[in-house]
């Protein structure tokens, strides 16, 4: 069982930045990749980013050049640039294998961008 809590969201001004943290507790050695994911309501989730155990990464083109993941022993989203779209709800995610479902999600944290 692995278990997630995001931390860092808030309020920013339109081309500011936030850092994202995703602190992971429980049996973590069994976790390969993990991720960032992003939900506004009434819209599906989203993908923001994703790192493997190795390092290797993965941004949706609308991150990529303004949001960096990178991971330790807690997982963290440096995001730059921010537009009032990147607002939602972002979580953090995890699971033990390299594809597939993830296996394990935090409760999130809010990110809003004004204008």
């Known amino acids: 069982q692995v278990w997630l809590v995001e931390s860092g969201g808030g309020l920013v001004q339109a081309g500011g930045s936030l850092r994202l943290s995703c602190a992971a507790s429980?049996?973590?050695?069994?976790?390969?990749?993990m991720g960032w994911y992003r939900q506004v309501p009434g819209k599906e989730r989203e993908l923001v980013a994703r790192?493997?155990?190795?390092g290797i990464t993965y941004y949706a083109d609308s991150m990529k050049g303004r949001f960096t993941i990178s991971r330790s022993d807690t997982l963290y989203l440096q995001m730059n640039s921010l537009k009032p779209e990147d607002t939602a709800m972002y979580y953090c995610?995890?699971?033990?294998?390299?594809?597939?479902?993830?296996?394990?999600w935090g409760q999130g944290t809010q990110v809003t961008v004004s204008s």
């Open positions: 995610a995890a699971r033990a294998s390299p594809a597939g479902p993830y296996d394990y």
């Open positions: 790192i493997s155990s190795g």
């Open positions: 429980g049996t973590i050695f069994s976790i390969n990749t």
